[in-house]
């Protein structure tokens, strides 16, 4: 009985330990301010070839959403997602059915410009009102970098 128990302890000791070493590093959420949020034409080498979610019978137009992000952690943001709402000269949406617009690979620490490439059905009518920016990101990156 008593070689049964020691094993038991021995096996458990093991796997706690392994779960000590294995245990990935936690990811945390980082919420990063947005602001001075405008879009513009992309330049022509990203516009080429552009289509909606539709497909490629379908028109569109190529725009960058551009504007500052303020990551007050002290710490490099990685992976962050930029929301918000985007609606026509109409108020009708431009991106249907979501708010998640684009990603941000990487948000150094203080103030720093970023741009999220957009397509929009070509018959949206301009201007655009932009609303609701925000992101958010982790601490490290979620994609291993190769």
């Known amino acids: 009985m008593r070689l049964k128990s020691l094993v038991i302890i021995i096996v458990s000791g093991f796997f706690c330990l392994c779960s000590l070493v294995m245990t990935p590093e936690a990811l945390a959420l980082t919420q990063v301010k947005l602001s001075d949020i405008q879009y513009q034409d992309c330049p022509p080498e990203l516009a080429e070839g552009n289509v909606t979610s539709w497909g490629s019978t379908s028109p569109a137009d190529c725009f960058l959403v551009i504007g500052k992000a303020n990551n007050t952690s002290g710490k490099t943001v ?69």
């Open 78 to 146: 990685y992976d962050a997602d930029v929301f918000g709402r985007i609606y026509d000269a109409n108020n009708n949406p431009v991106i249907q059915n979501r708010s998640r617009i684009g990603s941000i690979d990487e948000i150094p620490p203080g103030i720093s410009n970023f741009s999220v490439r957009i397509s929009v059905p070509a018959d949206q009518a301009q201007p655009f009102k932009l609303k609701n920016f925000k992101s958010s990101g982790f601490s490290s990156p979620v994609i291993p970098q190769f």
